[in-house]
């Protein structure tokens, strides 16, 4: 009895020590930033872009960071300087809020389609999400607490232009999320018009399960230690968020954009937020990957929001 005593005295400490390095290498994974060159909008990895060599994407993400911007600061709900870049169009004129995506940086994800909303007459801030670029933080949470940065932003349009100034969501990927998770809070301030959501995941749990068992994890075992170092490192739980049921509580419309070919976030987590939702326009691009949409097809692309933003943002 003494030696079995003895034995446990011994192995739950290494046990407990085993789960928390465990833990603490899943957290500098999936939730650590930065994270090498994530904060350099000129490093474009080997097929970062599909449909385009990373020479033409450099180009882009060039033209895109030479555009003269001012840098605007706000403060998180938890304290953090969050930064973003403001791009000045028309005195008056309504705001595109442009949220990136997952460990990116809005000179890549906008560089296409960046241009696009200014030449409809917006002005565009395009914000550094937490624990990217020039915000604070260490954590990316997956739209959990970037649906509340989100928020702020709007509230400091409302105080910088007047409470009164049109504003839509626009979001990439994890952007697109967190646009789809702020539109449904309930403090939402009132001149948010819209939001358009291009490939975003149905929820933080649904894309953080498929991600691991893309990379061979099985998941049943893997998504209680994500979750865990999440909570022991990152100060936030993954819990029940849902992209599905924020669509449903939103007070706005909400454009869904989706690349059918989308293999890192599947077009069926649209499908999900989509389904009996009579406040969601959804629009597939049959051969666009993750995030290329617009390249796709630029024309229908812009036709699309075009035709959206005239019908719900109440402007001339």
Known sequence: MKTALICIGIAVPILVIAVLAACRWIYSVAFQSPHRHQNDPLYIPKGFYPGADNETFLGWVKSMDEVPCEKVITTSRDGLSLTGRYYHTADNAPVALCLHGYRSHPMKDFCGGGKLFPRMGYNVLMVHHRAHCESEGRAITFGIKERYDCIEWVKYISARFGSDTPVFIYGISMGAATAILASGE???????????????????????????????????????????????????????????????????????????????????????????????????????????????????????????????????
Not at 225 to 231: E, G, H, K, M, P
Not at 263 to 280: E, G, R, T
Not at 298 to 312: A, G, H, Q, S, T
């Open 186 to 316: 309930k403090d939402l301030p009132v001149n948010v018009k819209c939001v358009i959501a291009d490939c975003p995941y149905s929820s933080p749990r649904d894309i953080i399960r498929k991600v691991s068992g893309d990379m061979g994890f099985p998941v049943g075992l893997a998504y209680p230690f994500v979750c865990l170092s999440a909570i022991v490192y990152g100060r936030f739980r993954i819990g029940k968020v849902s992209c599905v049921e924020a669509a449903k509580n939103s007070r706005v419309p909400i454009l869904l954009i989706h690349g059918e070919k989308d293999d890192f976030v599947p077009q069926y987590m649209s499908d999900l937020i989509a389904k009996d939702n009579p406040k969601v326009e959804y629009h597939t691009f049959p051969n666009a990957s993750h995030g290329i949409s617009y390249i796709t097809d630029k024309e229908r692309y812009i036709n699309i929001v075009k035709e959206f933003l005239d019908k719900n943002m109440g402007v001339d």
